[in-house]
């Protein structure tokens, strides 16, 4: 499974596109793993009925299936080929960066090239030339405002804070979409703003998340979720393992672009107000509003967002309800700092 990844121009004029994946064996079914799965079915008290069902076996098996070490990885874009330096990692995870020729972005993705807006490529990976598959990395100018975007109860439904409505969530039930948002995020992208999924969703929803981002219309992007691996002594970890692990990925972005400026969009059920406020602290000049969903299961205490403010005194750090009252906070933010620009 290639992600959906990112391309950034470095100051020496070159695009440089991230390649990331996982490799994994085929499932088999060994007597620990079986008792992994009966014990993670007891925990969120299944039915035999729900046990069965195809949506829980696929989902289940994915999380105890171990990670095809030492493969050698090559991506083709367009007619060229680049092989990885450094080979799947023991948990199956492959990431590096290629250097595409710019004879071949000139074809493929000429605004890139003129730097005069987003261009996305088609990506194709090879595993030892046995396994392939398919992804699309987005090119993104070195300047303008970029959104970073949860997942988990941002826009999509997941009840973070219920541990059995968050595993029957995940494991047997339909992904479903937070009301409004696929609308309010398309609305970005019309404006030309590239959007970030970072969350600490693991790495094996990645085909239902996908699933769910594409059957509600929500733009493309880049997709930053988390390594996990079901093992018996963390299965008391199941919940804590959700709320980190997305600091990370949000500091390479604003790595690679220091030029841009960010606007971050979470919610109240993790620990998304402090990661953003941490990490606009760091990069004040990059920061340029937090948006948080205060979660009417789990609403946001007035403490925390009173140490926000205060300690971001001139960052735009607002609460919403409704995609609407987003949609109209994001709008009032591009307004001033296109008018600012001017």
Known sequence: MPFPS???LDPDGHWRLNVAGIVRQPYAATLSKRMLIGMLGN??????????SLRFRRRVTSFVMDGAHGLSVRCRIGSQIYQLKRRTHRNGHYFGWVAPEPRVLAELAPQAVQESGLS????????????????????????GISVVSD?????????????????????LRDFRAVSGMSAVYRSWQELGLPLHYVSSSPWQLLPWIEELLQAQQFPPGSLHLRNFRLRTHMLQKVIRFRRSGKGAAIRLLLKKFPQRRFVFVGDSGEKDLEIYRKLAGSHRSQALGIFIRDLAEHPLERERLARCRASLPDLRVET???????????AELLDQELAVGR
């Open 320 to 330: 919403f309800r409704t995609a609407e009252q987003l949609r109209e906070q994001i």
């Open 43 to 52: 925990v969120m008290q299944a039915s035999d009925e729900e046990r069965s």
């Open 151 to 171: 997942i988990d109860d941002t826009i999509k439904e997941s009840s973070i804070r219920d541990r059995r409505e968050l595993l029957a969530n995940t494991f």
């Open 120 to 143: 996305r490529l088609n990506l194709e990976v090879s595993v030892d030339s046995e396994l392939s598959g398919t992804t699309t990395v987005e090119l993104i100018p070195p300047r």
């Open 6 to 8: 990112f391309g950034h």
